[in-house]
């Protein structure tokens, strides 16, 4: 039994303000693309089942664009008559009951089943049951619905069960309304044969169990994950568990340093091959205020011109003039900047930085962070 596990695809997510030439948000793009990928590869692995452990829309309630995308591509996956199971993701599920549920508009597909309601349902073939736990609010509610779930287990067939939690902690992802799934609960992953998560955006066993895996998402929701690898599991179920991570193409992120030290050097060293349409952080660290008032973003942008996105993040050199300016009470950021530039520098230099200054602080607020 082969099973083509994905999750957490994010479908309409946006991000960066960047727009492609069919006048969609660049990011929004590169995660149908991602989504394509996997649908193309399920057309050549030909798998048994397919499973999505949640989060197929970045909304409980997506754009017009994001839902046509997705009935567009699970038609093409329903064409295969392939069962193909989904269950509804933190991100899928309303957080009131005015809300429909967005995986409702699944329920006529003749081969996509859905698990949706906040509750335990089972989705049960010739050779295998699948236990689906969608995201859960109420905790007092999962145990009942975990309680279900292990009441159905059947020792003649394979049990494949599917979540959308943390499972510990450290698969916490920050946002609103997560559920963690209870430690106590966990000796039931022994009783299944594989157990298929989403939720944490890294692919990768769990803990001390070697049948449970989240496959991790599809493309990256926020910068801070900086995994240049993604894609979807293909989990082999015979008399052993074989587990095949497929890896797809997604839009590269790279980190740069440029040491302000000796700027110019660090500049003509600069490796800027990886970065061809990629999303790249540049820090220039060891700045002075006076070498930072030179060095404009623009400039840092220039140097890579065939980049989708470039950000850079200011790191200064710690000095004493610098520890004095973070004490100073009495009077404004301006004006202690100013006081610092003066002490720091000529007469002339001061008079030159002076209204380039105090442009700059008339614009902006405390910025030495620009992400656009």
């Given at each position: 039994m082969k099973i083509l596990h994905f999750s957490d695809t994010?479908?309409?997510?946006?991000d960066l303000d960047i727009i492609n030439n069919e006048n969609i948000n660049q990011r929004e793009a590169d995660f149908y693309d991602a989504f394509s990928q996997v649908v193309e590869q399920i057309k050549?692995?030909?798998?048994?089942?397919i499973i999505h452990t949640g989060d197929l829309f970045h909304r409980s309630s997506p754009s017009n664009r994001a839902i046509t995308f997705a009935l567009e591509k699970f038609l093409e996956i329903d064409?295969?008559?392939i069962p193909c199971i989904l269950i509804a993701g933190n991100h899928s599920t309303p957080r009131t009951n005015l809300s429909s549920p967005i995986l409702r508009i699944f329920e006529n597909f003749k081969n996509i089943y859905v698990s949706y309601n906040q509750e335990y349902k089972k989705i049960e073939f010739d050779d295998v049951i699948f236990h689906t736990l969608p995201h859960l609010n109420d905790d007092t509610k999962a145990l009942t619905q975990i309680e279900l779930c292990e009441a159905n287990i059947s020792e003649s067939k394979k049990n494949i069960m599917m979540m959308?939690?943390?499972v510990g902690a450290w698969y916490l992802m920050q946002e609103f309304g997560e559920w963690v799934y209870p430690s106590n609960k966990e000796y039931i992953f022994s009783k299944m044969d594989y157990v298929a998560l989403g939720h944490w955006h890294g692919f990768g066993s769990v803990g001390k169990y070697e049948n449970v895996y989240y496959s991790g998402s599809i493309e990256r929701t926020s910068l801070n994950d900086k995994r240049n690898s993604k894609g979807f599991i293909v989990a082999t179920i015979k008399e052993s568990l074989t587990i095949?991570?497929?890896e797809i193409n997604i839009r590269a992120i790279r980190?740069?340093?440029i040491d302000?030290?000796?700027y110019e050097t660090s500049v003509q060293n600069l490796d800027i091959s990886d970065c061809l349409n990629a999303i790249v952080e540049v820090k220039l660290k060891n700045l002075t205020p006076l070498g930072s008032i030179d060095i404009s973003n623009k400039q840092i942008k220039d140097l890579f011109p065939n980049s989708m996105s470039v950000s850079v993040k200011r790191e200064f050199k710690k000095s004493d003039t610098t520890q004095n300016l973070q004490n100073l009470e009495a009077i404004s950021l301006e004006e202690g900047f100013l006081e610092h530039i003066k002490e720091d520098s000529k007469e002339l230099e001061y008079e030159r930085?002076?209204?380039k200054i105090q442009e700059l602080f008339s614009k902006y607020e405390e910025l030495s962070y620009d992400t656009n």
């Amino acid at each position: 039994m082969k099973i083509l596990h994905f999750s957490d695809t994010h479908l309409g997510f946006n991000d960066l303000d960047i727009i492609n030439n069919e006048n969609i948000n660049q990011r929004e793009a590169d995660f149908y693309d991602a989504f394509s990928q996997v649908v193309e590869q399920i057309k050549i692995i030909k798998p048994d089942f397919i499973i999505h452990t949640g989060d197929l829309f970045h909304r409980s309630s997506p754009s017009n664009r994001a839902i046509t995308f997705a009935l567009e591509k699970f038609l093409e996956i329903d064409s295969l008559d392939i069962p193909c199971i989904l269950i509804a993701g933190n991100h899928s599920t309303p957080r009131t009951n005015l809300s429909s549920p967005i995986l409702r508009i699944f329920e006529n597909f003749k081969n996509i089943y859905v698990s949706y309601n906040q509750e335990y349902k089972k989705i049960e073939f010739d050779d295998v049951i699948f236990h689906t736990l969608p995201h859960l609010n109420d905790d007092t509610k999962a145990l009942t619905q975990i309680e279900l779930c292990e009441a159905n287990i059947s020792e003649s067939k394979k049990n494949i069960m599917m979540m959308h939690c943390s499972v510990g902690a450290w698969y916490l992802m920050q946002e609103f309304g997560e559920w963690v799934y209870p430690s106590n609960k966990e000796y039931i992953f022994s009783k299944m044969d594989y157990v298929a998560l989403g939720h944490w955006h890294g692919f990768g066993s769990v803990g001390k169990y070697e049948n449970v895996y989240y496959s991790g998402s599809i493309e990256r929701t926020s910068l801070n994950d900086k995994r240049n690898s993604k894609g979807f599991i293909v989990a082999t179920i015979k008399e052993s568990l074989t587990i095949e991570y497929k890896e797809i193409n997604i839009r590269a992120i790279r980190q740069k340093e440029i040491d302000c030290e000796d700027y110019e050097t660090s500049v003509q060293n600069l490796d800027i091959s990886d970065c061809l349409n990629a999303i790249v952080e540049v820090k220039l660290k060891n700045l002075t205020p006076l070498g930072s008032i030179d060095i404009s973003n623009k400039q840092i942008k220039d140097l890579f011109p065939n980049s989708m996105s470039v950000s850079v993040k200011r790191e200064f050199k710690k000095s004493d003039t610098t520890q004095n300016l973070q004490n100073l009470e009495a009077i404004s950021l301006e004006e202690g900047f100013l006081e610092h530039i003066k002490e720091d520098s000529k007469e002339l230099e001061y008079e030159r930085l002076k209204p380039k200054i105090q442009e700059l602080f008339s614009k902006y607020e405390e910025l030495s962070y620009d992400t656009n």
